[in-house]
C-alpha cells in the first residue's frame, strides 16, 4: 500500500535559519504530493503541491520538488520567520483507485526570536 | 464565507452517549471525506463519499455512521461512545473525483471531541 515518511520532529530553529523537512513515500501509482500546515488549534491548510516528477510546489517561501527517482518530497525555506511555527504535513493522493490522502505523521516546526 | 465547515468545533460528552459532527462546503465540491486525528497528530482517512456515495470506508467501528443527505452535507454519527474516540475529526472536500488524485483537499477548521 501507500505511505508517506516524515522526519521526526520538534525541529527546532532559530529565525532566518535555512529549513529542511524530509519526506519520502511509497506508492503504487503515480500520485500527486502534498505539504500541509497545520497551525496551533487550527485546520490544515494546503501549503503546495506537485502533481507530476519533476514538478516545483512552493507558495509563501517554500518549495519542494517531485522527485521520483528518489520518491521525495522534501519542503525546504530558505529563511524561517517565528510565525512559520506550525506542524507541517507531507501526503499523497494515488491517481486511481480510493483517491484520499495519505497523511505522514508531521514534522513540528519551532522557530525561535 | 467559509469553505468548509464543522459543527460543533468542540463536543465534550460522557462515555455510551450518541453524538454528529455536521459538516457543510460551499465549493461546489462532488467528493466529501472525514479524516481522524488522533492525539500524536497522526492523520488517517476513516470515510469518502462522491455524489452521496460511500466510496471509501476504512477499518472504522461501525459505531461510526456516515451520511449524505446531499452533495454539500457530510455528517458523521458515532453511537456509544468511548474514550479512545477522543481525537480530532477533520471534514474535507475536493472536487471532480473521477479526474485524478491532483485535485487539491479543502479541510474543515476540525472538531474536538474529548470523551469522558
Known amino acids: 500500500g501507500n505511505s508517506v515518511t516524515q522526519m521526526e520532529g520538534p525541529v527546532t530553529l532559530s529565525e532566518e535559519a535555512f529549513l529542511t523537512i524530509n519526506c519520502t513515500y511509497t506508492?503504487?501509482?503515480?500520485?500527486?504530493l502534498f505539504w500541509y500546515v497545520q497551525y496551533p488549534g487550527e485546520g490544515l491548510q494546503l501549503l503546495l503541491k506537485?502533481?507530476?516528477?519533476?514538478d516545483k510546489g512552493s507558495n509563501k517561501g517554500f518549495e519542494a520538488t517531485y522527485r521520483k527517482e528518489t520518491t521525495s518530497f522534501h519542503l525546504e525555506k530558505g529563511s524561517v520567520q517565528v510565525s512559520d511555527s506550525a506542524v507541517y504535513f507531507c501526503?499523497?493522493?494515488?491517481?486511481?483507485?480510493?483517491?484520499?490522502?495519505?497523511f505522514g505523521s508531521g514534522t513540528r516546526l519551532q522557530v525561535q526570536p | 464565507d467559509t469553505a468548509v465547515s464543522q459543527t460543533p468545533k468542540y463536543l465534550v460528552t460522557q462515555m455510551g452517549n450518541d453524538k454528529s459532527i455536521k459538516c457543510e462546503q460551499n465549493?461546489?465540491?462532488?467528493?466529501m471525506y472525514w479524516y481522524k486525528q488522533d492525539s500524536k497528530k497522526f492523520l488517517k482517512i476513516m470515510f469518502s463519499?462522491?455524489?452521496?456515495?460511500?466510496?471509501i470506508n476504512e477499518t472504522v467501528p461501525n459505531r461510526f455512521s456516515p451520511k449524505s443527505p446531499d452533495k454539500a452535507h457530510l455528517n458523521l454519527h458515532i453511537n456509544s461512545l468511548e474514550l479512545g474516540d477522543s481525537a480530532v475529526y477533520f471534514c474535507?472536500?475536493?472536487?471532480?473525483?473521477?479526474?485524478?488524485?491532483?485535485?487539491?483537499?479543502?479541510f474543515g477548521p476540525g472538531t474536538r471531541l474529548l470523551v469522558l
Open positions: 474535507a472536500s475536493s472536487q471532480d473525483w473521477a479526474s485524478g488524485g491532483y485535485r487539491t483537499q479543502y
Open positions: 506508492a503504487t501509482g503515480y500520485p500527486s
Open positions: 506537485a502533481t507530476k516528477a519533476d
Open positions: 501526503a499523497l493522493r494515488e491517481d486511481t483507485g480510493r483517491r484520499a490522502l495519505t
Open positions: 465549493l461546489g465540491h462532488d467528493t
Open positions: 463519499y462522491n455524489n452521496k456515495e460511500l466510496i
